[in-house]
């Protein structure tokens, strides 16, 4: 079955960095997709990042636009963890960020403008909190 465990969250100052982890289990090869959405108080949930996980793609990440530069995800495959480390932090990336798995590709789940109706598989949330 699969599980999706998210953890890391804080309260941080704006400009403070912060890492976030979600440990995955149950995971086959038919899920080709490991990301990060978020969402914040009152609003949609959003596409933060995706790795790929498909032969022909693997490892390749994909980011919304304005996280880019700020934020990193990487994954180490020994501990079946995928991380999101984020800096320069700002108070508009306040919010609850879950982590997905998915059957869709990563390069579909962003091209779709990170639609989260399309995602099946999600974690509890870890909420980030930025604010001085």
């Known amino acids: 079955q699969l599980q999706l465990v998210e953890s890391g969250g804080d309260l941080v100052q704006p400009g403070r960095s912060l890492r976030l982890s979600c440990v995955v289990s149950g995971l086959t090869s038919d899920y080709i997709a490991i990301g990060w959405f978020r969402q914040a108080p009152g609003k949609e949930r959003e596409g933060v990042s995706c790795?790929?996980?498909?032969?022909?793609?693997?490892?390749?990440?994909y980011y919304e636009d304005s996280v880019k530069g700020r934020f990193t995800i990487s994954r180490d495959n020994a501990k079946n963890t995928v991380y999101l480390d984020m800096n320069s932090l700002k108070p508009e990336d306040t919010g609850v960020y879950y982590c997905?798995?998915?059957?869709?590709?990563?390069?579909?789940?962003?091209?779709?403008?990170?639609?989260?109706?399309?995602?099946?598989?999600w974690g509890q949330g870890t909420l980030v909190t930025v604010s001085s």
């Open positions: 997905i798995v998915d059957m869709l590709p990563c390069a579909v789940i962003a091209g779709t403008h990170w639609r989260a109706e399309y995602l099946e598989h």
């Open positions: 790795i790929s996980s498909s032969d022909d793609t693997d490892g390749v990440t």
